[in-house]
């Protein structure tokens, strides 16, 4: 078309049309801005396109991360039901006449079993969003609010469990602590690195009962346990209710993608 015009202009110029030169001069000009106009609006289109794509591939990323919070919160939860199980077993041990102690000092450090791991979110897919700068290709202002909510808001639920687990672990191994007649070489781990060559395990035996302020102290650090895993449970529970809701609604963006 362009070079239609410039033909058409060089033949009025050297026919002396100088009106006809002008005009089809500015039609060329026209015609340029115009395919100018299209290639920038398609690469718009383009980059809207991909920019959509982008978007709807890290909603679905955004998924998979939360999916495996889900999972890892199960299990955190599961460890918790088994712990709480041990104190409640731990208490029943030391309300009887005879104590044994070798099932009170396992039942208590089954009681704190890995009470220290702490939930982390997976961030994999909301790190790459705010290290590369495309935070910004989340059009729903809504969702990017939540999202930065749940990113928030587990960690702090995280303290929160690190307080009740460290005061667990810290009356646990307390060295106050009369850690011979609360029986704690009859744990198994401990009874299994007893060096017998060296060590006279006959001079490490306890009084045949149990002291009645050793047994006082056990009791007060298995309510203390039983406290510090009610107090996770709870703080799961609440979590549970951030992480299905951030789950339904990616659920639903993930599945524009299909």
Known sequence: ???FFRRIRQKAMKAGKVKSYVLYAIGEIVLVVIGILIALQINTWNQAY??????????CKLLEDVTQDEALLKKLNEEDQERIKWVNQSIHLLQQEKVNRA???NAMRN???LIRFNFKPSLSAFDDLKSSGKLGILRDLELKKKLLNYYAV???YGDIQDIVADASLESYLHPS??????????IDFVQAELDT???DISKLSENSLMPNHIREKLLNESILHLNSNARKKAVFKLMES???TMKAVLEKKCSLVK
């Open 1 to 3: 078309m362009i070079k």
């Open 50 to 59: 991909e920019d959509r794509q982008l978007e709807k591939a890290y909603y």
């Open 103 to 105: 099932a009170v000092a």
């Open 111 to 113: 009681s704190i079993n």
């Open 154 to 156: 587990l960690p702090g």
């Open 177 to 186: 602590k009369d850690f011979l007649q609360a029986g704690f070489t009859k």
């Open 197 to 199: 060559s060296i060590v």
């Open 242 to 244: 951030e992480i299905l």
